[in-house]
């Protein structure tokens, strides 16, 4: 079991740096709580573009990590929240291959493709929160036979 030291956080998103401290944190936690590199890429990727959506359609905003545990597994949690004028169409912004032509161009059905866990609240003008979880994959046991 990890402890959340070094993985909680509350971070900024005002500006393209913040982005670069979101990136960066998300990997850091991910990789503290033994994310192979290949699922750090995808919550990384995931992170990124969350945090794009709410600096450019959000006004700016609020990242929240945090550990959480089931069954046993650690997983990291991310929470980001605006309070910009909300998603007025999220059935449309989750479709696949929607995107407003801001960021990575993979849009929230994208993001959510990336982790395990994804939830999103908005309304017209009353900002947006989007919640994603990725859990800890442990590697198959090796095999005795090779």
């Known amino acids: 079991m990890h402890t959340a030291a070094g993985v909680e956080a509350r971070l900024p ?3 393209d740096m913040d982005l670069v401290w979101v990136r960066q944190h998300v990997r ?24 794009r959506n709410t600096l450019v359609h959000g006004g700016g905003g609020l990242m929240e990590a945090s550990h959480v545990t089931s ?7 991310l929470a980001f929240s605006d309070s910009g004028p909300g998603i007025p169409d999220l059935d449309r912004a989750l479709s696949d291959g929607y995107t407003s032509g801001d960021g990575l161009g993979m849009g929230l059905g994208g993001a959510r493709r990336l982790v395990h866990d994804f939830g999103v609240e908005s309304a017209p003008g009353a900002g947006t929160t989007v919640r994603v ?6 590697p198959p046991h090796p095999r005795e036979d090779l």
Not at 28 to 51: I, N
Not at 133 to 138: A, C, E, H, L
């Open 71 to 77: 069954g046993g597994v650690d997983g990291l949690r």
């Open 28 to 51: 850091q936690a991910a990789a503290l709580l033994g994310f192979g590199l290949v699922d750090q890429t995808k919550l990384v990727t995931a992170a990124s573009e969350l945090a």
């Open 13 to 15: 998103i005002q500006s």
């Open 133 to 138: 979880t990725s859990w800890v994959t442990r």
